[in-house]
């Protein structure tokens, strides 16, 4: 199931005409977590660019390297 989520939050992005990185298109991918897909989902129907699609977590800008 969240294979396909994934799928159709990166089409979607992909429709939009939404550029996403592919860092995040890996994220996006990688993601098992039902909830957050969900979350992104919503998103990539809503946003104007891809700063917020998918948004990192807290922890995850926590780590990331600068």
């Known amino acids: 199931m969240a294979e396909e989520r ?3 939050i990166l089409c979607t992005i992909d429709l939009r005409g939404i550029e996403l990185s592919e860092e995040d298109r890996e994220r996006v991918r990688s ?3 039902l909830d957050r897909l969900a979350v992104w989902l919503d998103r990539a129907y809503e946003v104007k660019d891809a700063a917020r699609c998918p948004e990192r977590t807290d922890s995850e800008v926590a ?3 600068p």
């Open 6 to 8: 994934a799928k159709v």
């Open 63 to 65: 780590t990331a390297a």
């Open 31 to 33: 993601c098992d977590d």
